[in-house]
Antibody, heavy 121, light 109 residues
Framework: QVQLVESGGGVVQPGRSLRLSCAVS????????MHWVRQAPGKGLEWVAL????????YYADSVKGRFTISRDNSKNTLYLQMNTLRAEDTAVYYCARTPYSSGFYPPDYWGQGTLVTVSS | QSALTQPPSASGSPGQSVTISCTGT?????????VSWYQQHPGKAPKLMIY???KRPSGVPDRFSGSKSGNTASLTVSGLQAEDEADYYC?????????FGTGTKVTVL
């Protein structure tokens, strides 16, 4: 069955960096686009970034553009989110999620369980 | 891109129906038939309940149905059960962006 497992979350000071990973199984990873979506404590879902199946096209929400970088390693079935210059408002549970197609901004179908990032001094 | 608008809360007694609206614009909901609905229980990941406006993934009860009219999509839960109490979010393809709804908390009275 389809599985997405995030890791790499934790407590980090403002201005520092963190890299999240998402290991997938149960489907052909290299055929699907992938999202990162976050949810601040007690808040709604916020789209963060999208990468197409081949990694050639990447898109970001304005709130993270220039600070976050999405990438993937199709040989390792793994999605990444490099987060730099973290701010308190980046505190959230970060979910990786699959798009139902190889490219395009289609809403996700499968989601991971999430990893919590807390930005605090 | 602004979030899609949902009512903050909705409620119904067991066995009744509840309908949640999700209002966008002609650039998202109104322009494409790619609206999805997610159910999220506390501390859990979102779960896909409806995709492409009205299609149900395998395993989702047929008590859940979706529709769209103009710039507004709707999710109806018929025959409410205690386990349907959760937060629900809509999402729509928006061309060069992905947008989620503000979320609706459904309470089973």
């Amino acid at each position: 069955q389809v599985q997405l497992v995030e890791s790499g979350g934790g407590v980090v000071q403002p201005g520092r960096s963190l890299r999240l990973s998402c290991a997938v199984s149960g489907f052909t990873f290299s055929s699907y686009g992938m999202h990162w979506v976050r949810q601040a404590p007690g808040k709604g879902l916020e789209w963060v970034a999208l990468i197409w199946f081949d990694g050639d096209n990447k898109y970001y929400a304005d709130s993270v553009k220039g600070r976050f970088t999405i990438s993937r390693d199709n040989s390792k079935n793994t999605l990444y989110l490099q987060m730099n210059t973290l701010r308190a408002e980046d505190t959230a549970v970060y979910y990786c999620a699959r798009t139902p197609y190889s490219s395009g901004f289609y809403p996700p179908d499968y989601w991971g369980q999430g990893t919590l990032v807390t930005v605090s001094s | 891109q602004s979030a899609l608008t949902q009512p903050p809360s909705a409620s119904g007694s067991p066995g009744q129906s509840v309908t949640i609206s999700c209002t966008g614009t002609s650039s998202d909901i109104g322009g494409y038939n790619y609206v999805s609905w997610y159910q999220q229980h506390p501390g859990k990941a979102p779960k896909l309940m409806i995709y492409e406006v009205s299609k149900r993934p395998s395993g989702v009860p047929d008590r859940f149905s979706g529709s769209k009219s103009g710039n507004t999509a709707s999710l109806t839960v018929s025959g409410l059960q205690a386990e349907d109490e959760a937060d629900y979010y809509c999402s729509s393809y928006a061309g060069s962006n992905n947008v989620f709804g503000t979320g609706t908390k459904v309470t089973v009275l």
